[in-house]
């Protein structure tokens, strides 16, 4: 499983709160994602990293926000929650040593009512 | 037109069935293809992943890479009920970090 946990793993918030995800990873991967993934729509990228410090924007990066301080931690935030963001969110590390696949966390389910 | 397109199914088959799941794209730089399954409430996990054209083969499992036709497919043989999820393709290019993801064929295998 690539050594990746996020927390919380489920949470309920009203609309306006800000919010933060965490993932965590053990294995010193430098490349690490924030994906939604909706019906209808699939996984969409929100922001990625590419070291401690360096972050990029996705396809549906308004109204979040990341942080990368540590090596094992990536954090997502959103500033003031909508309900649009209600999704389940998946943080992902890219392989190393030559490969170029993903690898997925367990996901957070967050309902923002 | 979004850059990876797979049909959402949902797909049913009997057991044993051989099953055919694709994905078509449009950016000719992907060189690495992907796919992943996806249980209820679970993270996608890796199933198979090749670099350019050709077949690869893992158990019942064998993906296929057509990238003159842009086409790629997954084939799984003898199917088992414990097949039964969410399969995702993916694809990324040489050079980049990103990663595009079709939206997702749901399969179920009934015994």
């Known amino acids: 499983d690539a050594g990746i946990t996020q927390s919380p793993r489920h949470k309920v918030t009203e609309t306006g709160t800000p919010v933060t995800l965490r993932c965590h990873q053990t294995e010193n991967h430098r490349y690490m994602y924030w994906y939604r993934q909706d019906p209808g729509h699939g996984l969409r990228l929100i922001h990625y990293s590419y070291g401690v410090k360096d972050t990029d924007k996705g396809e549906v990066s308004d109204g979040y926000s990341v942080s990368r301080s540590k090596t094992e931690d990536f954090l997502l935030t959103l500033e003031s929650a909508t309900s649009s963001q209600t999704s389940v969110y998946f943080c992902?590390?890219?392989?190393?040593?030559?490969?170029?696949?993903?690898?997925f966390g367990p996901g957070t389910r967050l309902t923002v009512l | 037109q979004k850059e990876v397109e797979q049909d959402p199914g949902p797909l049913s088959v009997p057991e044993g069935a051989i099953v055919s799941l694709n994905c078509t794209y449009s950016?000719?730089?992907?060189?690495?293809f992907m796919w992943y399954r996806q249980y209820s409430r679970k993270g996608p996990e890796l199933l198979m992943y090749?670099?350019?054209?050709g077949n690869k083969e893992d158990g019942r499992f064998t993906a296929q890479v057509d990238k003159s036709s842009k086409y790629i497919s997954l084939f799984i043989r003898d199917s088992q009920p414990s097949d039964s999820a969410t399969y995702l393709c993916?694809?990324?290019?040489?050079?980049?970090?990103?990663?595009?993801f079709g939206t997702g064929t749901s399969l179920t295998v009934i015994p």
């Open positions: 950016n000719s730089a992907f060189q690495y």
């Open positions: 992902a590390i890219k392989g190393q040593g030559g490969a170029d696949e993903q690898f």
């Open positions: 993916a694809m990324s290019t040489n050079t980049g970090n990103q990663f595009y």
């Open positions: 090749t670099y350019s054209s």
